[in-house]
């Protein structure tokens, strides 16, 4: 396609170079946006991995650590650690006492109802928190908190801290707290490791974890009876492992979340019943804190009045059950609020994008299928030996060039039109050229050769005006940077044997391959653009007829108003223009024109921008074909919803899956990750290799196709996603002129040009 010619623009003061660079300087609104939208979805993918434990996260666990550096007294002691003057000091819980603690929630479903439990057989429990888990589930929190119930931290990533550095160590336990003071209001002195239970799993790479906890004023919370729960023995042995002996007291072990808690349920009211029946209380850490400073005071003869559970106070909470807990400050409230939030715009937005990539993942590979199996039928269709358009067709017609300083380009265009096979005229549309193309083309001394001068109006104007000039029924329209082979216009024009046909589509070959950059639009051409022709040729909804090389009735454009200056793919707008007057609209599959395609990535950019753009303009201008009915609403019904769902929201959305891929890669599962991409990737090539040998290509440009995946399509994506941006806000696209090489140059008949 060759959409380069440029509109008349007002003459407007010349700009100093300063203001040139000063206004080349500054971003583009637009741009901005796009790249404040990909920020925005990469920090919420990696907020949400870091939630789910795939980002960041470390969960080895040492067990054969030595514990030489940590005192007997700790190792021996009980399983309130604390630090008093940088002295570690333990508590143990009273005798004929029981601190029910849960580890790893809040978990939606089995931390309600462990809750219940707790409030039917009012007792309290003590939760150890994880950060995480209370940034997806404020609610159960917030429960737990007004319950009565006492909270501790638990990490925010339920990450083994001995092997952390002290940055981590004190990342974790803010953000726990964070998330803490946004559900509830509240902040805690209580502390849990994950991967720990007992005082003597305490070893020299955790043993100054602790400490560091300590001077910040924690008490790490240890265990001397484990439910082992998680193991999910039965209810019986559940029961049995938690009671402890003799009398004493015990800090026991529960789990409510990070598995299947039924057993869990289960025994815990026959477990809380039969401690009951025992003679035993029920606290919490405060509370059983409380209780054994109380006995201690006493056995040590002291003033300080006994604390017993239930009449104690604390200077910042009523409920002494809740001594642990602390008001959160204003500051600390909003940031907790403002960390839900991020939160919550991740819990909706990644599910939901995967959701909505999942369907567009289904959606090409349907693509893919559909392609093959309609392209296959085209191809046997078309190439019977019985198969005919109708009486062939021999009349002379007339070829439309429009050219805009095309001096590179012209010569071997009119050369490759003078070896045509068919009888034809030419006429060249000079649209107002500045570099001699007209004279050019006249000095080339050719036969029926017309050239046509106008001021510049730009490319719909010139076709119009060669159509106007035409002297034959069929007219044939192709770029001043395109070549045909001799037996071209021959094989394009025989579809108007059929009188249903209005318009003919030809096969455009991209003819400086021999650059990466055109090897890789010459793998887009041949598969993206000539198998999708195909299929939309069988489903008769042609949704464009390439700029390069198309053939069209004479009555048939003149009928629908002439080439279109609405939008930017006057080639799109007329093509759907004659679906909607009834007309048919084909693919000649061997009609072949050869194009010289963008040489730079600038270039390239700048062409299917406007393309994009251009085609979304004639799709937005065609809106109402949808409720067209009979023939001519074909394709409303068919073209246009595959146009839109194949060539606008799958691409805009297909980023995202690479993005998602890249994450998964670095993040989840390398490997099969991978191999999900490579599993995609030869579905490409078996379709490329399909449409390859379909126009009879040779397959070496296929090792160009990971690369292009890699990098070409990336480009495409971002080229849909910016023209998406521009339309959204309201941005116009101006016409601007490619620069050409002239390299491609007139096929030796039957060779083409590879």
Not at 306 to 331: C, F, I, K, L, M
Not at 518 to 534: C, K, P, S, T
Not at 676 to 697: I, K
Request: aromatic share 8%.
């Amino acid at each position: 396609m060759n959409r380069n010619q440029v509109r008349p623009q007002r003459r407007h003061a010349t700009p100093s170079r300063i203001e040139r660079v000063r206004r080349q300087a500054v971003p583009k609104p637009r741009v901005i946006i796009a790249l404040l939208l990909l920020l925005g979805l990469v920090s919420v993918m990696l907020l949400d991995g870091y939630l789910r434990a795939e980002v960041g996260n470390d969960q080895r666990v040492r067990s054969d650590a030595s514990a030489s550096k940590v005192p007997d007294s700790v190792l021996d002691g009980g399983p309130f650690l604390s630090f008093q003057g940088g002295t570690a000091r333990t508590r143990s819980v009273p005798d004929k006492t029981i601190v029910l603690t849960f580890d790893d929630g809040p978990d939606p479903e089995w931390t309600q109802k462990v809750l219940d439990i707790l409030d039917d057989n009012d007792v309290p429990g003590t939760f150890f928190l994880v950060g995480s888990m209370i940034s997806r589930y404020p609610d159960v929190v917030r429960r737990m908190v007004d319950d009565g119930n006492e909270v501790g931290v638990h990490t925010f990533t339920h990450v083994d801290l001995s092997y952390q550095s002290a940055a981590r160590v004190t990342r974790e336990i803010a953000q726990t707290q964070l998330a803490l003071a946004g559900a509830a209001g509240i902040t805690t002195t209580l502390f849990r490791a994950p991967y720990s239970s007992t005082n003597d799993a305490i070893d020299n790479y955790s043993w100054p974890v602790y400490k560091k906890l300590g001077a910040m004023g924690y008490t790490s919370v240890f265990i001397d009876t484990d439910s082992e729960d998680w193991q999910q023995p039965g209810v019986s042995k559940i029961i049995k492992w938690a009671t402890p002996k003799s009398g004493k007291g015990a800090s026991v072990l529960f789990h409510d979340a990070g598995g299947n808690r039924a057993q869990t349920l289960e025994a815990l009211p026959q477990y809380i019943k039969k401690m009951k029946s025992k003679g035993y209380t029920f606290t919490t850490v405060s509370g059983a804190q409380q209780q054994a400073q109380g006995q201690q005071a006493q056995e040590q003869q002291t003033q300080a009045p006994q604390v017993t559970p239930g009449t104690a106070g604390s200077t910042r909470q009523s409920n002494p059950e809740q001594a642990a807990h602390r008001t959160a400050d204003t500051a600390t409230l909003w940031e907790g609020r403002a960390l839900l939030g991020a939160v919550a715009v991740a819990e909706w937005t990644v599910p939901g994008l995967a959701a909505v990539l999942a369907v567009v993942g289904v959606a090409v590979l349907g693509r893919f299928a559909m392609m093959l199996v309609l392209a296959r039928r085209h191809y046997r269709q078309r190439n019977r030996r019985r198969f005919s358009w109708g009486p062939s067709v021999t009349e002379p017609v007339s070829v439309i060039v429009p050219a805009y300083n095309e001096k590179e380009c012209i010569a071997n265009t009119l050369n490759s039109l003078a070896a045509s096979t068919h009888p034809i005229e030419i006429v060249v549309v000079d649209d107002g050229s500045t570099d001699g193309t007209a004279e050019i083309a006249e000095s080339l001394g050719l036969p029926n050769v017309r050239v046509i001068r106008q001021p510049n109006a730009g490319k719909p104007a010139a076709l119009n005006n060669g159509v106007r000039h035409a002297r034959y029924d069929i007219v044939v329209m192709m770029d001043g940077d395109t070549v045909f082979e001799p037996d071209t216009v021959q094989r394009l024009v025989q579809p108007f044997g059929d009188p249903e046909v209005g318009a003919v589509a030809g096969n455009a070959k991209v003819g400086n391959r021999t650059t990466m950059i055109g090897a890789w639009q010459h793998i887009e051409y041949v598969m993206g653009f000539n198998l999708d022709r195909r299929m939309y040729d069988l489903l008769r909804c042609m949704p464009t007829i390439p700029g390069a090389i198309g053939a069209f009735r004479r009555d048939a454009v003149l009928g629908v108003g002439g080439m279109s200056e609405d939008t930017l793919a006057e080639d799109t707008d007329i093509t759907i223009a004659l679906h909607r007057a009834g007309w048919r609209v084909v693919y000649a599959e061997h009609a072949r024109a050869w194009t010289e395609a963008p040489a730079s990535l600038g270039q390239l950019w700048r062409q299917r921008y406007r393309w994009s753009y251009g085609t979304m303009q004639a799709l937005w201008k065609h809106r109402k074909s949808v409720t067209d009915r009979g023939p001519s609403g074909r394709f409303g019904r068919v073209g246009m919803p595959l146009v839109v769902l194949f060539q606008i929201v799958t691409p805009v959305f297909a980023p995202l899956i690479d993005v998602f891929t890249v994450y998964a890669m670095i993040f989840v599962d390398f490997k099969a990750s991978l191999l999900a991409w490579l599993a995609v990737l030869l579905v490409q090539l078996v379709c490329a290799g399909y449409a390859f040998r379909l126009d009879r290509e040779r397959y070496r440009y296929l090792l160009m196709l990971p690369l292009q995946q890699i990098a070409y399509r990336q480009l495409m994506y971002l080229v849909l996603i910016h023209s998406c941006v521009t339309a959204a806000t309201g941005g116009r696209l101006r016409w601007q002129k490619l620069k050409r090489t002239g390299e491609v140059g007139t096929p030796a008949p039957g060779t083409g040009a590879r």
